[in-house]
Structures are given as C-alpha cells and as structure tokens.
Nanobody
Framework: QVQLVESGGGLVQTGDSLRLSCVRSGRTGTINRMAWFRQTPGKGREFVATILRLIGSTMYADSVQGRFTISKNNAKNALYLQMNNLKPEDSAMYYC?????????????????WGQGTQVTVST
C-alpha cells in the first residue's frame, strides 16, 4: 500500500502562484508514475500533469501548459506542482495520484493510489 498526503492549497488572487506538495509513504518503490488531477463540484476529475518517477518525463493538460510545472524529489518521496499565473478557472480540489502500472499520459484509475486532496481557490 501507498499513502499520499497533499498540502499547499489555499485562497489566492488571480495571477498569484502556489506550490502544491504530495508526500508518499508505504511501498513507494513500487510506484512507476505520478500525477496531479483536479475536480470541481459536479464535474469529473480533470487531468493536470503527470511525471514518470524514474526518468522524469512530463506531460501537461493544454489548460495549464506553460503555467504549471510538475516535479519530484525521489529522495523525499515527494511530488510537487508549481502553479503560476493562476486563474479563477483553476479553482478546484487538487489530488495527487501514484500508479505502479507502466504507462504514459493521463491514464490513471480508481485502482491507483489517490490522496485526499487540497483545495485551491483563485479569486478575481
């Protein structure tokens, strides 16, 4: 089992920055890739960004490309999301996910490991 705990969310203004963190514990050596998703009430989870744990390849949703940066620190079992130039439409609950399954892109499932989320609210 792997446990994930997110932090770093908050209330900010349009144009501000935030850095989300996600710390893993448990059988972290089994993880192949990690990602950030976000969700607003009444909508499904939306892919934000993903990174491969070993080689660090990344991929982003078009809506955040150029504004958000996903990164990792394997020594600290940590995943990060640097969010710059935030917009009101970025407001959501942000979830960290880790998967032992190989793959690329946004293909994560409920069978992967998910955190409890951290709320990001961007005011106008």
């Amino acid at each position: 089992q792997v446990q994930l705990v997110e932090s770093g969310g908050g209330l900010v203004q349009t144009g501000d920055s935030l850095r989300l963190s996600c710390v893993r514990s448990g059988r972290t050596g089994t993880i192949n890739r990690m990602a950030w998703f976000r969700q607003t009430p009444g909508k499904g989870r939306e892919f934000v960004a993903t990174i491969l744990r070993l080689i660090g390849s990344t991929m982003y949703a078009d809506s955040v490309q150029g504004r958000f940066t996903i990164s990792k620190n394997n020594a600290k079992n940590a995943l990060y999301l640097q969010m710059n130039n935030l917009k009101p439409e970025d407001s959501a609950m942000y979830y960290c996910v880790a998967s032992p399954r190989p793959g690329t892109g946004s293909g994560y499932s409920n069978n992967d490991y998910w955190g409890q989320g951290t709320q990001v609210t961007v005011s106008t």
